[in-house]
C-alpha cells in the first residue's frame, strides 16, 4: 500500500514553499520522495525548507521567484529543465491579496490581488502542462479557498473573485488535459491559522469565536494539515482523482448556515 504513496524519482514545483501551507506540502512531498523545486520571494525561507528537504535524502532547489510575473516563472521552468528534465507534479500555493471593501477597492488592486492568484496560478500551470503532456503524466494541485464558493464579506470582494477563478480554471484544464494524462485538482482550506489570522486575533479575540463557531471539526486548521492531502493528489493513489474541488475545512463547508456546532439540542 505504501508503494502508491511512493514519489521517490519525481520530480514537483511548489510556489510559497518559504511559510505555511506551501512549506508543509514541500516538506510533506520531499518525505515521499520526491526532488522539488521551491519558489519564494523569500529566498531565505525557501533555502531553509530546503535544507530540511535535503536533509530526508531527496534534493531540493530554492529558486527567488515572484508568481505575479510571466518572466520569473518562465525562467524557472527553463532553470527546472536543465535542473530536472522533467516536472510530475506542480503545487501552486503563492500568492497574497488586497482585502478592502468593495466601494473602496482601487482596480490597481483588484489587477494585483489577480496577478498574484489567478494569473500566476495560470502561467505555472501552462508551463507545467505544457511538459507533463509531452511525458504524457502529471498532476497539478492548485489552492483555492472556500471564498472561491461560498461569499465572505469582510472585504474579500478581490480574494473571492480570483479564488472563483481558480476553481473555474482547475475544472477547465482537468477536462481539457485529464484525457492525455495530466490530472487537475484544487484545495479549498477555510481558516488557517497564520501569523496574519493570529494578529487579526489578537486584535479582536471576538473573531476567534466567530470563526470557530462555523468549523464543526472545533479547531481552526493548520499549514500541517495540507501534507496527506498533498501526497495524495501527487502520487498513482488519487490516478482517478481529476477535476475535484476538495474542501479542507473542518466541515464548514458542510454545515448550515443556522447550525448549531457539537450536541446542543433544543427541546419543545
Given at each position: 500500500m505504501t508503494q502508491m504513496f511512493d514519489l521517490?524519482?519525481?520530480?514537483?514545483?511548489?510556489?510559497?514553499?518559504?511559510?505555511?501551507?506551501?512549506?508543509?506540502?514541500?516538506?510533506?512531498?520531499?518525505?515521499?520522495?520526491?526532488?522539488?523545486?521551491?519558489?519564494?520571494?523569500?529566498?531565505?525561507?525557501?533555502?531553509?525548507?530546503?535544507?530540511?528537504?535535503?536533509?530526508?535524502?531527496?534534493?531540493?532547489?530554492?529558486?527567488?521567484?515572484?508568481?505575479?510575473?510571466?518572466?520569473?516563472?518562465?525562467?524557472?521552468?527553463?532553470?527546472?529543465?536543465?535542473?530536472?528534465?522533467?516536472?510530475?507534479?506542480?503545487?501552486?500555493v503563492a500568492g497574497e491579496a488586497v482585502r478592502k471593501k468593495p466601494e473602496d477597492i482601487t482596480l490597481d488592486d483588484v489587477e494585483w490581488t489577480w496577478r498574484n492568484l489567478v494569473y500566476g496560478r495560470f502561467c505555472c500551470s501552462q508551463e507545467a502542462g505544457r511538459r507533463m503532456l509531452a511525458a504524457g503524466r502529471g498532476s497539478i494541485v492548485s489552492l483555492g479557498s472556500l471564498a472561491s464558493i461560498t461569499g465572505m464579506g469582510r472585504g474579500h470582494i478581490a480574494y473571492s473573485m480570483a479564488m472563483g477563478a481558480v476553481v473555474q480554471m482547475t475544472r477547465e484544464l482537468s477536462t481539457e488535459w485529464s484525457g492525455r494524462g495530466v490530472r487537475v485538482n484544487a484545495i479549498l482550506p477555510a481558516q488557517v491559522l497564520n501569523p496574519g489570522l493570529q494578529a487579526r486575533i489578537d486584535k479582536d479575540p471576538r473573531i476567534k469565536e466567530r470563526f470557530l463557531s462555523g468549523i464543526p471539526r472545533g479547531r481552526f486548521g493548520s499549514p500541517d494539515d495540507i501534507r496527506g492531502l498533498s501526497v495524495l493528489l501527487a502520487s498513482d493513489a488519487s490516478s482517478w482523482i481529476t477535476g475535484a474541488i476538495i474542501p479542507m475545512d473542518g466541515g464548514n463547508l458542510a454545515m448550515n448556515a443556522g447550525g448549531s456546532v457539537g450536541t446542543e439540542v433544543f427541546k419543545e
Amino acid at each position: 500500500m505504501t508503494q502508491m504513496f511512493d514519489l521517490s524519482g519525481r520530480v514537483a514545483v511548489v510556489s510559497g514553499a518559504a511559510s505555511g501551507m506551501g512549506r508543509a506540502m514541500s516538506l510533506a512531498l520531499g518525505e515521499a520522495g520526491a526532488d522539488l523545486m521551491l519558489l519564494d520571494i523569500n529566498l531565505q525561507g525557501a533555502e531553509k525548507t530546503a535544507g530540511e528537504i535535503e536533509s530526508m535524502g531527496p534534493r531540493a532547489v530554492p529558486v527567488n521567484c515572484n508568481v505575479s510575473r510571466p518572466d520569473e516563472i518562465r525562467a524557472m521552468f527553463a532553470q527546472l529543465d536543465n535542473e530536472f528534465g522533467r516536472v510530475d507534479f506542480l503545487g501552486n500555493v503563492a500568492g497574497e491579496a488586497v482585502r478592502k471593501k468593495p466601494e473602496d477597492i482601487t482596480l490597481d488592486d483588484v489587477e494585483w490581488t489577480w496577478r498574484n492568484l489567478v494569473y500566476g496560478r495560470f502561467c505555472c500551470s501552462q508551463e507545467a502542462g505544457r511538459r507533463m503532456l509531452a511525458a504524457g503524466r502529471g498532476s497539478i494541485v492548485s489552492l483555492g479557498s472556500l471564498a472561491s464558493i461560498t461569499g465572505m464579506g469582510r472585504g474579500h470582494i478581490a480574494y473571492s473573485m480570483a479564488m472563483g477563478a481558480v476553481v473555474q480554471m482547475t475544472r477547465e484544464l482537468s477536462t481539457e488535459w485529464s484525457g492525455r494524462g495530466v490530472r487537475v485538482n484544487a484545495i479549498l482550506p477555510a481558516q488557517v491559522l497564520n501569523p496574519g489570522l493570529q494578529a487579526r486575533i489578537d486584535k479582536d479575540p471576538r473573531i476567534k469565536e466567530r470563526f470557530l463557531s462555523g468549523i464543526p471539526r472545533g479547531r481552526f486548521g493548520s499549514p500541517d494539515d495540507i501534507r496527506g492531502l498533498s501526497v495524495l493528489l501527487a502520487s498513482d493513489a488519487s490516478s482517478w482523482i481529476t477535476g475535484a474541488i476538495i474542501p479542507m475545512d473542518g466541515g464548514n463547508l458542510a454545515m448550515n448556515a443556522g447550525g448549531s456546532v457539537g450536541t446542543e439540542v433544543f427541546k419543545e
